[in-house]
């Protein structure tokens, strides 16, 4: 049986890049007996243009029909002014409710070839490799009430509702102790239970999930002191688990601690392993149509695609182990200090990539 | 007429750097002219124990009837497991909300001599200095409605509300405004508009302040992309705006890049400028009774005191030049790399500045 997988472009870099991908699975298909089928559809500024939607309906329904997606980019200055509900980001932020997908794994893995790219001095993040689990589909990004209403006294405010009710806390959390129980056992939750009732029940939820998982040990730490400490010696930590704002702001953190947000991949699942993979960084509107933009957070993406929605974790490893390959013989794409190694392109460092497989 | 400041030392190290604050204010009455009155009172958990409550009725009293108060640090492991409205960070947030104290001004700056402090590479941080103006009393911290409850399905869920007023905005914003206008005009204004109505407001309010400040040029970064910017480049910052939540996080980490979190300031002001000064770091069970805490976080708001609320900035300078000179001299505490400079514990440090000044 064939595993259907879903391409979505994007916009401005998210198909020079999505590009690399397909030949990388083709590749699999082709020579590793990968059996994959390959479809496209519209999502972000493109979806918006062709379809007047960020997140077509089409789209969705072919989502549905998938085991996994794998997302380019969205987003791009042309979308900017248009009304809120068609940003392309609202096509993101509906794809991920609309697929229930909860877990939102962020690796920050530092390449042993790349620790000159970090901003943080080599003896502090040298073999840095974190996990964040960031719950996805919850949390002040979804909850209600919500908008900009006139108060009593006739001035203006802006609100939004933070909730998280246990279910969703039990979720994301064994989604957390899981990681951590496949990795180096250690499992921070990150709240701000001294200010926030919501994080208080985090903090109990996690607590008492902790007695199912005896062999993961868990420690708790407020958010402001989690953004100094991932500063400070970020090698302390094997999973961070949190929620979505608190996610969204730590994993950026330490994505930018590897210097390198071009290299890293990400996986968003649900319940039953679907997932929508994605690399960490932007559209790049600034360097698209050039030709230079970074490939291998996407390809990591197919790594981490074939992982965990296709069960091939070998083809998996054979991924990452071509992608360190490339960079240990010296390829290096611009933004990784393209002028140190051998200064290469998208689409040769995509081949060279599949070469190495 | 005779200033009135009100001294809290707190908790742990809190009364071990206070002691030194109260060294310096003397010095400076007897030797400088300044003329100052200092009363002392509880706040944190010696309020819990020797009145009952993390801000005893006397300390706001006291308080109110003060220009000015300089807290140590509240916390410890001994009021972990008391109720909820008796721990020592509730009677700071207490505080915070019954003077008003809207603006909390933390800088993060990097004494030239202490850049390898920094897990940052030098070329990276030296020269850092950002000043990150945070909302104090209001969003998330003390919005309502707030909780914990049962929902109809009869799962419970923990919610907060963020909630901003157009007042309480421009009110910040106007503080925001006129640091960077005493700056380098540069103004950052923080918030998460793509996904937050509160922060949709936020973004309007500032943008139509924007006007009445042609001297400062104002930007908008989200909060994710303010995290990466602030380790992957800090110095691209002069002044940043945003919210409680927001700005208690990326001040902590801001704090963090300069690797010498003994060292910051804080300044939190009502709208008349009275204000509480505090360092940045917390009350150190770790370290308390040893006298080998670092003063100077405390020493340096002494002079955001004399500075913001006594309109003293002459000797507001005189006491950072006193900093300045004993850390030129190679004065260094623990925290410091003790070892590096010559080793000086709390008491000798302070010493040494009232010396220098
Ligand atoms: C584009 C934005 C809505 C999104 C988020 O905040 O989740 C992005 O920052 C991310 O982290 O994927
Ligand atoms: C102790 C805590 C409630 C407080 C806060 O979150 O405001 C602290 O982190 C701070 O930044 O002063």
Chains 1, 2 share one sequence.
């Not at 089928?37 to 989502?63: H, Q, R």
């Not at 909730?163 to 499992?187: K, N, P, W």
């Not at 890293?264 to 050039?290: C, F, K, M, N």
């Not at 490893?317 to 390829?331: C, K, S, T």
Request: charged letters at 25%; hydrophobic letters at 45%.
């Amino acid at each position: 049986m064939s595993h259907k997988v879903l391409m979505l472009p994007g916009d401005h870099v998210g198909p020079e890049i999505v590009a690399e991908a397909d030949k990388l699975l083709r590749c699999l298909a082709s020579e590793f007996g990968l059996a994959v089928e390959l479809e496209y559809a519209n999502l972000g500024g493109c979806g918006v243009d062709a379809e007047g939607a960020p997140l077509p309906d089409s789209t969705l329904a072919l989502a549905r029909d998938s085991d996994a997606a794998l997302l380019g980019a969205v987003g791009g200055p042309e979308w900017d002014y248009i009304e809120r509900d068609k940003r392309p980001e609202r096509g993101l932020l509906a794809i991920r409710a609309a697929l229930g997908l909860f877990a939102n794994l962020r690796p920050a893995l530092l390449d042993p070839e790349l620790v000159n790219a970090s901003s943080l001095r080599p003896e502090v993040v040298s073999g840095l490799d974190i996990l964040i689990v960031r719950e996805l589909t919850g949390g002040i990004y979804f909850g209600q009430p919500r908008g900009i209403r006139t108060r009593a006294d006739g001035v203006r405010e802006g609100f939004n509702t933070l909730v998280y009710g246990v279910d969703e806390i039990e979720r994301i959390g064994r989604a957390g102790f899981e990681a951590a129980r496949r990795r180096d056992g250690r499992l921070c939750s990150v709240d701000k239970a001294n200010v926030l009732e919501s994080s208080e029940l985090w903090r109990e939820v996690m607590e008492g999930l902790a007695g199912e998982y005896p062999d993961v040990s868990l420690s708790h730490m407020y958010v402001d002191n989690a953004a100094m400490q991932l500063v400070r010696d970020p090698r302390q930590f094997d999973v961070m688990v949190t929620g979505n704002l608190f996610g969204d702001v730590l994993s950026d953190c330490a994505a930018m601690l590897t210097g390198s947000i071009g290299m890293l991949p990400s996986a968003s699942l649900d319940e039953t392993g679907r997932g929508l993979y994605e690399p960490v960084h932007g559209s790049a509107p600034d360097i698209s149509g050039q030709g230079i933009a970074n490939p291998l957070a996407t390809l990591l993406s197919v790594a981490m695609l074939l992982r965990f929605s296709l069960d091939e974790g070998e083809l998996a490893q054979r991924v990452e182990r071509a992608v360190a390959r490339v960079l240990a013989d010296g390829l290096r794409t611009a933004d990784l200090g393209g002028g140190q190694g051998q200064s290469v392109g998208t689409a040769a460092m995509g081949d060279a990539v599949v070469a190495a497989l």
